[in-house]
């Protein structure tokens, strides 16, 4: 069942075509690669995914709601089951890493008692608990990065979409970070990674989708 | 909704903004103190205009040697009239001694006669437009074979009136200033406060925040720092109330349990519409 659906989207910038009639689908548990040369490109697809911006023409579907139809109000809810890692992190630098994750269930609304046993799990599924009182300035670069998955989990998404988020970590971290990605995807979340580096074939099961000059490419492992 | 939520981050959202909250809050109590102090001056001068009101008196003179028959008639002329509440005779030696006690023993003593007239003092009855009925009773009476002058008395109640007037007016139009001047300072003090938590907002709309969530923060900030403002303002009236009463005793300034509350509500409200006409043109341009 895809959790996330292009049907011909094309999406114009100042007169500039961005994406052309792209067609694809992402099923649940999936975990894809969205690579791409122009950060343009991968940007519109991430803003479409999470209704940062609508399609030119064509229609996008992500779980139960779709460009067509859906209103103003519904986009809260609809990014509450899009989960997103940014390359910069954009965490909360004067809030700790427990309040940084705590926060995106806060705002949502839900109990003092849900906030604090998810967030105690999520931290524990990315090796965090012991820095939950530091604050994102005390930690290093995959710290902070596990901080960012953590935040995009901690709401039980449909999907995560990282942007980049291996681009400054060494192999090492990068495969560690890799495994919690992983372990989360193995839950039946959909993982997607977009990045500008050719994918190498990994122990992972991926797909990737490869954008050039506003067209995807599909290419499966 | 999360109210703890909504208090915690409306409040750190207030100190964050530090001296442009501070100013905001000061504003926000000096000009609610102005407020609240043109209005208890308004309600003490219309307080001493109404007493005033109660002691409008005429001072009929009666001539020397006039019969007790022509100022029964007299009396009972003014007796019939709507304006005329109460009538007090005073005669010769009653007006030496209040002559005496109001300019000392031996005044009228040293002269050969008592020279002061015995008198009719009419007290008009309370009501609208007293000085006019007194002077319309003194019209009615000067020229009568029985009397030698009248004296219409505190007609600058009249005057003590219109001040009041003057005053409400200008403290209305001064309010309206000082309301506009509260709303801009929190609308002021909102758009820093979103300013500087941009990130924040950005992070709460990607993690799904609705945008009352938003809305009900950064709004209660505003709300918050109008309502210290107004809690500010009574304090401060109560500490220069005594002050006032030594210089202006019959003009006092008592900051009451109503006016604090009264104060705090129009900080509050202040709040609240600065904070919305800031968030209203903010939030939009935040996606």
């Known amino acids: 069942m895809p959790v996330i659906k292009l049907q011909n989207v094309c999406v114009e910038q100042q007169g500039q075509p961005i994406l052309v009639d792209v067609n694809t689908e992402i099923n649940r548990g999936e975990f894809v690669y969205l690579v791409g040369q122009t950060d343009a490109e991968k940007r519109a697809i991430l803003e479409l995914v999470i209704f940062a911006e609508l399609p030119s023409s064509g229609v996008v579907s992500v779980g139960e709601y779709d460009s067509r139809q859906i209103r103003k109000s519904d986009i809260p809810r609809l990014r509450r089951q899009v989960g997103m890692v940014f390359q910069d992190f954009k965490l909360l630098h004067h809030r700790t890493v427990y309040e940084n994750i705590a926060f995106a269930l806060e705002v949502t609304g839900v109990s003092r008692r849900w906030i604090k046993r998810k967030t105690r799990a999520i931290l524990s599924d990315v090796n965090l608990l012991h820095k939950r009182n530091a604050y994102p300035d005390e930690l290093s670069g995959e710290e902070r990065l596990r901080v960012a998955i953590a935040r995009a989990l901690v709401n039980d998404p449909l999907v995560v979409l990282a942007d980049e988020p291996t681009a400054n970590l060494d192999s090492e971290a990068t495969e560690r970070v890799m495994a919690i990605l992983k372990k989360m995807n193995a839950r039946g979340i959909a993982v997607i990674i977009a990045t500008r580096n050719s994918v190498q074939k990994n122990k992972y099961s991926w797909r990737i989708l490869q954008l050039e000059n506003g067209v995807i490419e599909q290419v499966t492992n | ?287």
């Open chain 2, 1 to 287: 909704m999360n109210l703890s939520l909504v208090l915690r981050e409306a409040w750190q959202g207030v100190v964050r903004t530090r001296i442009s909250g501070v100013i905001s809050v000061v504003t926000i109590g000096a000009s609610l103190l102005v407020l609240g102090f043109l209005w208890q001056v308004i309600e003490s001068g219309n307080a001493l205009v109404d007493r005033l009101r109660a002691r409008v008196e005429i001072d009929i003179y009666l001539k020397d040697g006039v019969s007790s028959q022509r100022v029964f008639a007299l009396r009972r002329t003014l007796e019939a009239r709507p304006e005329v509440a109460g009538i007090v005779y005073v005669d010769q030696d009653e007006a030496a001694r209040e002559f005496q006690s109001r300019f000392g023993l031996g005044a009228v003593d040293a002269l050969s006669r008592n020279p002061l007239p015995a008198s009719l003092r009419v007290r008009i009855s309370p009501g609208e437009n007293m000085p006019r009925r007194a002077r319309s009773v003194a019209r009615h009476v000067t020229g009568h074979n029985a009397v030698e002058g009248v004296n219409v008395g505190e007609v600058w109640a009249d005057s003590l009136e219109h001040f009041i007037v003057v005053i409400t007016g200008i403290g209305l139009a001064l309010g309206c200033v000082l309301c506009f001047a509260c709303a801009f300072a929190i609308s002021h003090a909102t758009k820093l406060m979103v300013l500087a938590q941009r990130d924040t907002i950005g992070i709460m709309r990607l993690v799904g925040a609705t945008n009352m969530t938003v809305w009900m923060i950064f709004g209660t900030g505003g709300i918050i720092q109008g309502s210290i403002g107004g809690f500010l303002a009574p304090l401060m009236l109560a500490y220069i109330a005594p002050w006032w009463a030594v210089r202006v005793p019959d003009l006092t300034v008592t900051p009451t349990i109503e006016l604090a509350l009264c104060l705090v509500a129009l900080g509050t409200v202040l709040g609240a519409v600065g904070s919305w006409s800031s968030l209203n043109r903010l939030l939009r341009e935040i996606t």
